[in-house]
């Protein structure tokens, strides 16, 4: 399908992948960096290639409708009455939660919202719950429980700029947010950047002091270093009076985790935590900073309590020029957890079972608040209970490829099989699309309007700069047609994103995430604006808890977190840990990136880096197929021998398909609060895969 | 029906035990709990009394648990009160109040007591130390340590051990002359070889500490010091003894249980009378060295397992000891067989001796495994070593790299020119651009770093390649 030919506008927008949320410009299909505060200008390879997808052969175009086993084209009328057909009649059998809706982190605030309109109003269902749960919920949770209140950056990233000591943990910006960096360089110039990864990453090689904690290990090395501050007189003991609460109990758990102690549970040598700490402590301006490889754990909650302890010791949250942070992953990673399609969430950040929120939501909504559904499953537990008794029979997903992403991908696999209807909302045939009864095809960011909220809170817009492909609609189009074909009407279910918006804002009025204040007028004139903005002539809050933290008291609260160590102990079978993560080139399950050829030809399959000596102790050269196997399943991946590796640990992206999925093998053990799945490590063995080479293996989907 | 526990013992052993019985009962249900506690106060934390007396940590915060913490957790808490007998018939253990309290099983936690070499002078009569001489193993001494000895005073540390050096270093960083006198020829020698001893005695000589080796002590005169068996003397306002510890066992050899160095206990951690258990430093289990935190924790969580029922399977099967000295400034652990020699034929042993740099790095492998390690001045050697010896992992075949860690610089290859690197290395990660293509993109035309990066996007993602950009561009424009 080409595009109309038509005179091309430059339009200034914002990059489709990560939360940084790069400044760009689109013209046409052609994307230019462009100056602003987050990117400065910079944009790593999947942004200056990303208008390729705009014009990709593989996008779809069409809907299309599962006839005797395969996928074929269908009109829109037929796609969504056949759904709405198939959704009555399964509500009808299994009642209202027998229809489940899965969203996405990468889904614009609009969409977001609109999409946990649709489930509790015109689906009338509890189940809705999305992938941000695999990403961001323990960070959430911890944030929410020190601060009273979550929101990523708490301060304009701009801001570290001036750090003179940065704690990175479990985070490779390198790779994963690459202009972020630049922000750095004074902490890597002063001879203060300290990050703790258990891999030598590209960040870990720029830090002047790499931490490197056995997998699943942080809590106790949060532990020490707070120890050490402690025992060597570095509390700062005036912001933890004034300022918080909850020391003392803390402190009880910390005075057992003595460095040397630590050093053993985590391989980071006492004197290195030590020394960490006293980087930290002796800088004037100190940031502590987490990401996914701290957070995704069974204890991933209490993990990054951990760290945030350890940031209230030193005094850092809430004063200007120092804090705790954490970096947000997905694009809309932020205003995704914000606006209700999560399942214990209400618009605003407000929670579902607040009677207070549920009347005011209503009330917006225009429907009884009796009416709105109590909170559903968390997103593994939803997808696990697919097709069960108790379970949903119908699963619609928007912008997640749950078969790649999700851990345990083999089982969840079978789960979607069991399904009496599977809907697919993508712009291009990912791999969850394949299993679908009914594809339906949409826009993509530079086709549509909307905002996104980065990962410092800022709201931004992003701006349709091109012309959508014919027989494409917005995610928002699509929800007006399911649902004023399930009897709702037509203005509740708005298909203009400003429209969308204007309601999001009286619906977020007055909660936590207050966007009241927010108009896409004012975005469009340039305004930075970091929520709450509670009115029209808010400034907005770049930093916030500068005099209080959201607590009625004002106070960040310490939280006695004890170190747990990982869900899955290795064994004589299984004597490895395996841990995943994202490669530069690549992008959340791969569904996108990998269908840009100037990625896919840097890094084209899955691999595994392995120390030498383990991959000679398994029979495995540089370059053979291994299989990395666990209780739970095997990938496929290339072998990479990575001398700076543990011994005892490897590591595998996950973006990749088929046999190559990372997530066959992940352990969906859950956090108990977040509910936040073990991604980050497991116990597996390696075998060298049968010589029948690459194409095989490619070849498994 | 509850059972009725009672742990004798306040300390390390005997709080864990408490804290780990209530984690896994926390309402009582099944285990109502006595603990009999003889010093006045709260139990703390023994390992971080050198912080104390460093001066670094106040005393109030190695307390282990906080005033109400026994109320609120349903323990009747009797401190200030000593056990005196056990009636093993009755089960029933005797206070020195008079009062008796029944159990259906009973902990000893009795810890261990400072031994006092046979010094003249050094103790009283009644077997306490003489004015002017402090063991190091409770808070009140510390208290004694800090009132006793003025700033700058000289302080002699009787004992040349894990905690003698640990207290040697801390009074050192308050300022004072600290003088250890050790009676064997080199330090720690339980754990050190002979090397390591005289590279650690000249790393904490640098730190102000002397030391009289292969001496021990005839005679304490108090306000004068240490007379020495070698005829020297030793001055000193304060003489901190650190000669080792005794199991406390009088409660458990007079109640007629089997008593060795230690109470003797089994894997259930049951002594003689399977209705009593012992744990931490007054046991003696076969698999353990006592006098250390990390054995006295395992069992506390064993023994809470068995006597709340919440794991009757559970066993303590020895725990492996790694010595870590906790002194400022210089990085010791030592592990398993680490007086094997160089020569030993059966083991392969690497050994590096560098006393000028306080540095003395032993590895001992067994069947590509650690068997034992001496690491000083090599603290994340000696961290990933620790590592493959816990975890029971191949110790990698670059053997020198794991003996030094750090010291051993990475990738030590001075920084290239860009005439050596391949075409093929990736210059800019984020966009990936090799030299190669810079290289095509400079001859045809881009001939500095903005056009080089506007027509191969190098510098464009983190910037950090834009050193190695300009680099090339130079060495092109000269060489062109």
Not at chain 1, 271 to 299: C, F, P, V, W
Not at chain 1, 398 to 418: D, K, M, Q, W, Y
Not at chain 2, 11 to 28: C, F, Q, T, V
């Amino acid at each position: 399908m080409t595009l109309a030919a038509k005179p091309q506008v430059k339009v200034d927008t914002h990059c489709p992948y990560c939360a940084l949320q790069c400044g760009m410009s689109v013209s046409g299909t052609t994307v230019a960096p462009r100056d602003f505060p987050t990117n400065g200008g910079g944009l790593c390879q999947k942004g200056w290639t990303s208008g390729s997808l705009l014009t990709s052969p593989a996008r779809l175009t069409t809907p299309l409708i599962r006839v005797d086993g395969e996928l074929v084209p269908s009109s829109w009328a037929d796609a969504l009455d056949l759904i709405v057909r198939r959704i009555t009649e399964i509500q009808a059998r299994h009642g209202k939660d027998g229809v489940a809706v899965f969203g996405g982190g990468g889904l614009t605030n609009e969409k977001a919202y609109l999409l946990g309109k649709f489930a509790r109003v015109a689906l009338g269902t509890s189940q809705v719950d999305y992938n941000g749960r695999f990403c961001m919920s323990s960070a959430a949770a911890a944030g929410t429980r020190a601060f009273g209140l979550d929101r990523g950056l708490p301060f304009p990233l701009t801001d570290l700029a001036a750090a003179d000591a940065v704690l990175l943990i479990g985070a490779n910006p390198a790779e994963t947010m690459p202009p972020f960096m630049q922000h750095l360089s004074r902490a890597i110039d002063t001879g203060a950047l300290i990050v703790a990864d258990p891999r030598r990453t590209p960040t870990a090689e720029r830090a002047c002091l790499h931490l490197a904690p056995a997998p699943g290990t942080d809590l106790a090395l949060a532990l020490g270093i707070l120890h050490a501050v402690v025992a060597d007189g570095l509390l700062n003991e005036s912001y933890v009076d004034e300022r918080t609460a909850g020391f003392a109990e803390l402190w009880r758990v910390a005075a057992r985790w003595w460095p040397e102690r630590v050093e053993r549970i985590t391989g980071v040598a006492a004197a290195d935590q030590r020394l960490a700490a006293s980087l930290l402590a002796n800088a004037k301006n100190a940031y502590i900073l987490t990401a996914r490889g701290t957070e995704q754990h069974a204890s991933g909650s209490d993990t990054v309590s951990a760290w945030i302890n350890l940031a209230l010791a030193l005094g850092l949250p809430g004063r200007a020029g120092s804090g705790y942070g954490c970096l947000t992953g997905q694009g809309n990673g932020q205003g995704g957890r914000e606006h209700g399609q999560k399942a214990d969430q209400l618009p605003g950040y407000r929670k579902i079972d607040d009677p207070a929120a549920r009347e005011h939501v209503a009330g917006v909504w225009g429907v009884p608040a009796a009416s709105l559904p109590g909170a559903g499953r968390s997103a593994y537990e939803l997808l696990d209970a697919l097709g069960t008794e108790d379970g949903p029979h119908a699963l619609l997903v928007f912008g997640s490829n749950v078969v790649v992403s999700a851990p345990n991908s083999a089982h969840i696999a079978e789960r979607l099989s069991t399904l009496d209807l599977l809907v697919v909302a993508d712009l291009v045939p990912s791999e969850t699309a394949a299993l679908a009864h009914v594809v339906l095809p949409v826009t993509q960011w530079a086709e549509e309007d909307g905002t996104i909220t980065n990962l410092e809170g800022r709201v931004l817009l992003r701006r349709r700069a091109t012309k959508a492909p014919a027989g494409v609609r917005t995610d928002l189009e699509v929800l007006n047609g399911l649902a004023t074909r399930l009897g709702q009407p037509d203005e509740r279910f708005p298909s203009d994103a400003e429209t969308v918006f204007t309601e999001l804002r009286a619906a977020a009025k007055g909660g936590p995430a207050d966007y009241s204040g927010i108009s896409y007028d004012r975005l469009r004139s340039g305004e930075a604006l970091y929520w709450p903005v509670p009115a029209e002539d808010h400034p907005g809050t770049p930093r916030m808890f500068l005099d209080g933290f959201a607590h009625p008291d004002g106070r960040a609260r310490f939280v006695p977190v004890e170190h747990r160590g990982p869900a899955e102990a290795v064994d004589a079978e299984f004597p490895l840990q395996a841990t995943t993560g994202r490669v530069l080139q690549h992008y959340q399950s791969g569904a996108q990136t990998r269908l840009v050829a100037e990625l896919n030809e840097v890094v084209p399959e899955a691999y595994v880096e392995v120390n030498p000596d383990t991959a000679e102790r398994f029979g495995l050269a540089e370059g053979d197929w291994a299989r990395v196997s666990s209780r739970r399943g095997e990938a496929v991946a290339r072998v990479r021998a990575v001398a700076s590796m543990r011994p005892d640990v490897v590591f595998l992206p996950f973006h990749f398909p088929g046999a190559q999925r990372a997530n066959l093998f992940t352990n969906p053990a859950l956090d108990p609060s977040s509910r936040m799945p073990e991604f980050k490590v497991c116990a597996v063995r390696l075998e060298k895969h049968s010589d029948s080479g690459a194409d095989e293996v490619r070849g498994i989907r | 029906m509850t059972r009725k526990v009672v742990v004798v013992g306040y300390g390390m052993a005997g709080a864990r035990l408490a804290d780990e019985i209530r984690a896994r009962d926390p309402r009582g249900d099944r285990v109502s709990l006595t603990i009999i506690g003889a010093e006045p106060h709260a139990a703390y934390n023994r390992v971080l009394l050198s912080a104390v007396v460093a001066g670094t940590m106040r005393p109030e915060l190695v307390r282990l648990h906080d005033q109400d913490w026994a109320a609120a957790h349903g323990i009747d808490l009797r401190t200030g009160n000593t056990a005196i007998s056990l009636d093993r018939a009755a089960r029933t253990v005797a206070l020195d109040d008079g009062s008796t309290v029944d159990y259906d099983a009973l902990v000893l936690a009795t810890g261990s007591r400072p031994w006092l070499p046979p010094v003249e002078g050094l103790a009283l009569e009644d077997g306490t130390p003489s004015p002017g001489v402090v063991a190091f193993r409770t808070l009140d001494d510390c208290d004694r340590i800090l009132g006793a000895a003025k700033v700058g005073a000289p302080v002699a540390v009787l004992g040349g051990g894990l905690l003698g050096l640990e207290a040697a270093r801390g009074l050192a960083g308050r300022g004072h002359l600290v003088t250890v006198v050790h009676p064997v020829g080199h330090l720690m020698e339980r754990q050190l070889d002979p090397g390591a001893g005289h590279v650690l005695a000249r790393a904490l000589g640098e730190l102000g500490i002397d030391f009289r080796l292969g001496t021990g002590a005839a005679r304490y005169v108090p306000g004068d010091g240490l007379k020495l068996d070698d005829g020297s003397s030793v001055q000193a306002d304060l003489v901190v003894v650190s000669a080792g510890v005794r199991a406390e066992t009088a409660l458990a050899k007079e109640a007629g249980l089997e008593v060795d160095r230690g109470i003797v206990v089994d894997d259930a951690l049951r002594t003689s009378d399977g209705r009593i258990h012992a744990i931490g430093d007054c046991a003696q289990h076969p698999g353990t060295v006592s006098g250390l935190v990390e054995p006295a924790w395992q069992q506390a969580s064993v023994l809470a397992d068995l006597v709340t029922g919440a794991d009757v399977s559970a066993r303590y099967r020895g725990t492996n000891v790694v010595t870590k000295l906790k002194a400022r400034g210089v990085e010791l652990t030592a592990l398993g067989e680490a007086q094997t020699e160089v020569g030993d034929t059966g083991a392969e042993v690497l050994c590096l001796n560098d006393p000028a740099r306080g540095m003395y790095a032993k590895l001992v492998v067994r069947e590509d495994r650690v068997a034992g390690a001496i690491l000083l001045g090599a603290p994340d050697a000696a961290a990933s070593i620790v590592q493959y010896y816990d975890r029971g992992v191949p110790v990698p075949t670059d053997r020198l790299a794991v003996l030094l860690g750090r010291a051993l610089p990475f990738g030590a290859s001075p920084a290239s020119s860009p005439a050596d690197l391949p075409a093929s290395a990736v210059v800019c990660r984020c966009n990936s651009v090799t030299k190669g293509r810079l290289v095509e993109a400079f001859r045809n035309g881009a001939t500095d770093v903005p056009e080089l990066a506007a027509v191969t996007r190098a510098t464009t993602g983190c910037g950090s390649c834009r050193d190695a950009v300009c680099g090339i561009a130079g060495w092109l424009a000269e060489t062109s």
